[in-house]
Structure formats: structure tokens, C-alpha cells
């Protein structure tokens, strides 16, 4: 397996943009993470999905965020419109609910001008 | 509050000195504990969990709930444990998996 796989790797886009983050997650697991990683905030949990249903989206900086998990093997996190301050590296993680371990795809790279 | 504090932001040590992540954790429940470890350009990966009781490339971490803590140690620092470490928690056996994170310990080791 080749892990969790996230595209694109870096994408460096203008403010007001529209940018989608894709995942696919391990084969077989069911639960799937969106985290935002920031010199200053550290790891922070956006939302997260059990058997492709949101369980808990509380992280979701606000309405210009949504993430969609149309099925087991495919994420999405979108940002419309972007700004500077979502400047971050976005990591999707997947796991067996229950298991203990979360695995880590590479990470997406954003930077907003 | 439910929380894991990693009190250091940066930690720097020479090669073949011991090294000690301190990390310290306020919870209600049973916790679950794990170190996550982040190499240069490389993904978030499980370094250990304290239910394994496993030394994972040298480092060993130990549960102490009289002080609710789970510092990661080791006796002789490599250059390779250069990295950003996380110290994190969970619900033991907690199947939703919400896992709550430290704030990180950057880690440098010094030739």
C-alpha cells in the first residue's frame, strides 16, 4: 500500500481563489482526518470523518471551509474563497476507529498571496 | 480542560547527550498516550504508544499518572532524531478516535 495519498503536494494560488485538497485514504481503514499544521497553532484538527460521515467538523475555521468524503477511498477539502492567513500545510490521516494509530499522508503545502 | 502540554518549543543537544521530551497531560479519563514523530520532509508517523511499552529507535516513554506525564527519552541522541516531535492523547479504547495534540517539541541534535 502506498499510505495515504494526498495531491496536490504544493499549490500556491492568489487571495479569493478557490483551492480543493484531495486524500485517499489507506485501503480498508474508516475514519479519515483533515489537520492544518502552522508555525503558530501547531496540529489542529479541522474535521473528521467515521465510514465517510462527518462526526466532527467543530475545527472548521469558518463557512469558507467544507470538506466532503463522497466515499471510502476519496477526500476532499475545499477553500472558497482563500485568504493569506490559510497559509499552512494541510495533512490528511486515516485510521481504524479503535485501532490507536493514525497514518499520515505527505501533506499539502498552501500558500496564499 | 482536557489538554497535553509540550512546555518546550525548541530543545537542543549535542550528539551522544541524553535527550528528555517532556510532555504533560491533563485528563479526566483513562488516557491513551502516543508520541508521533515528523523527520525533515517526511510524513507524521507513530513513534510509540505507551500501551506497547516498546523502545522504538532508542526511545522509551513511560506513563506516569502520579504526575500525569509521558516524557520520551533517550540515553544517547543520534543526529538522525533530529525532528518535530508530538506528544498526543486519546480515550483508551476510545473508538472515535478523537486524539488531542501537543503543541510540538522541535528537536535538534548538534554534531
Known amino acids: 500500500d502506498a499510505g495515504v495519498i494526498q495531491s496536490p503536494r504544493h499549490e500556491v494560488t492568489e487571495m479569493g481563489q478557490e483551492v480543493t485538497l484531495r486524500c485517499k485514504p489507506i485501503?480498508?481503514?474508516?475514519?479519515l482526518f483533515w489537520y492544518r499544521q502552522t508555525m503558530m497553532r501547531g496540529l489542529e484538527l479541522l474535521i473528521y470523518?467515521?465510514?465517510?460521515?462527518?462526526?466532527?467538523d467543530s475545527g472548521m475555521p469558518e463557512d469558507r471551509f467544507s470538506a466532503k468524503m463522497p466515499n471510502a477511498s476519496f477526500s476532499t477539502l475545499k477553500i472558497q474563497p482563500s485568504e493569506p492567513r490559510d497559509s499552512a500545510v494541510y495533512f490528511c490521516?486515516?485510521?481504524?476507529?479503535?485501532?490507536?494509530?493514525?497514518?499520515f499522508g505527505e501533506g499539502s503545502r498552501l500558500t496564499v498571496l | 480542560a482536557q489538554r497535553v502540554t509540550q512546555p518546550e518549543k525548541l530543545l537542543s543537544v549535542f550528539k551522544g547527550a541524553p535527550v528528555e521530551l517532556k510532555c504533560n497531560y491533563s485528563?479526566?479519563?483513562?488516557?491513551?498516550l502516543f508520541w508521533y514523530v515528523q523527520y525533515s520532509r517526511q510524513r507524521l508517523q507513530l513513534l510509540l504508544r505507551?500501551?506497547?511499552?516498546?523502545s522504538i529507535k532508542g526511545f522509551t516513554a513511560d506513563l506516569n499518572k502520579g504526575e500525569t506525564s509521558f516524557h520520551l527519552k533517550k540515553p544517547f541522541a543520534q543526529e538522525e532524531d533530529s525532528a518535530m516531535y508530538y506528544c498526543?492523547?486519546?480515550?483508551?479504547?476510545?473508538?472515535?478516535?478523537?486524539?488531542?495534540w501537543g503543541a510540538g517539541t522541535k528537536l535538534i541534535i548538534k554534531p
Open positions: 490521516a486515516s485510521g481504524l476507529a479503535g485501532a490507536g494509530e493514525l497514518f
Open positions: 485501503s480498508g481503514h474508516n475514519s
Open positions: 470523518f467515521n465510514n465517510n460521515v462527518p462526526i466532527d
Open positions: 485528563y479526566s479519563g483513562s488516557p491513551e
Open positions: 505507551h500501551i506497547s511499552r516498546e
Open positions: 498526543a492523547l486519546r480515550e483508551l479504547g476510545d473508538s472515535n478516535y478523537q486524539l488531542i
